[in-house]
């Protein structure tokens, strides 16, 4: 599921892994396989949410480069430093393959993904050695990718119950025990314990701006406005707890202002009502012979 290419003008020369988690998967094959979570979930409802994810997965990645382990693990080893935004859409793909996919090939491209990292071990800049399969390295990957999509749909989105929070926590934990995971939050108040664990080990980093940059500049989608795109990364800033931003030294260029809330509102709204038949919740529907709109309704 990877193979090692080295490219030119890349950091020192090195070799990365590049995942081959394939960019596109066809959710509507085999017809009636089941899913790792199930039609009319939470699950379904928030990944459907291009913004929502966005939103999250930005946080989600702040709150893991925190860590200068998992930092070091992705810049040294990834292709991360030379196409960010191609490793960014696999990243994706694996995460929408774990919830709309058949659960056979979310199992292929998990298992894919897991012998990628058998692979990533190093030190970090200061000496400290890690490994990517880590138990507190995986759970805390895992943690903050529940934690940023939940935090994002429900700050823009809508909010959502206190019902519909605590179904959302305690689901998915099949498919995070496929990639190693052995604790998952199954609450925000849970999620802060384990993050209070390692907040004395996160620290502000360069990369940390430099992720920033590339996701405001709008080089991912250049058909949106770059205004959208700013807006999004500093949305993502905002639902970070107050302690990590800090910690980051994320400072008031980052701010969220009423305007861009305003429109990472609208857009994220629009988003949540626009039916897409090109999108793994549709397909995924069909899939099961259900109606393709079924996660909007």
Avoid at 92 to 118: D, E, L
Avoid at 193 to 200: D, G, I, K, Q, S
Wanted: aromatic letters at 10%; one cysteine or more; glycine letters at 8%.
């Amino acid at each position: 599921m990877n193979q090692q290419v080295s490219i030119e003008g890349s950091p020192s020369g090195k070799s990365y892994q590049k995942s081959s988690t394939p960019a596109q998967i066809d959710f509507t094959k085999p017809a009636g396989e089941e899913a790792f979570c199930a039609p009319g979930s939470m699950h379904w409802r928030i990944f459907k949410n291009s913004i929502a994810m966005a939103i999250g997965g930005i946080a989600a990645v702040l709150l893991e480069f925190a860590d200068a382990r998992i930092r070091s693990g992705v810049w040294d080893h990834s292709i991360y430093p030379v196409d960010p935004i191609g490793r960014s859409q696999r990243t994706g793909m694996a995460a929408m393959v774990g919830v709309y996919g058949p659960k056979s090939v979310a199992r292929q491209v998990i298992g894919g993904v897991n012998r990628m990292h058998a692979k990533v071990a190093g030190t970090t800049p200061s000496g400290e050695a890690y490994k990517a399969l880590d138990p507190e390295l995986l759970d805390w990957v895992s943690a903050t990718a529940k934690f940023g999509f939940v935090t994002a749909y429900d700050r823009f989105v809508t909010r959502l119950s206190e019902t519909e929070k605590h179904e959302y926590w305690n689901s998915g934990d099949e498919v995070a025990k496929l990639y190693g995971v052995t604790e998952s939050p199954h609450s925000e108040a849970e999620f802060l314990v384990m993050m209070e664990r390692l907040v004395p080990r996160f620290e502000a980093h360069e990369i940390n701006s430099e992720f920033l940059a590339i996701v405001a500049s709008g080089k991912a989608r250049p058909q949106i406005p770059s205004f959208i795109h700013r807006a999004i990364a500093r949305a993502a800033v905002d639902i970070l707890p107050l302690v990590v931003r800090e910690k980051l030294g994320l400072g008031r260029e980052w701010d969220l202002s009423f305007t861009d809330r305003l429109l990472v509102k609208f857009v994220a709204r629009l988003a949540d009502r626009k039916v897409d038949p090109t999108s793994p919740a549709y397909q995924a529907a069909l899939r099961l012979g259900l109606p393709g709109d079924t996660a909007w309704r």
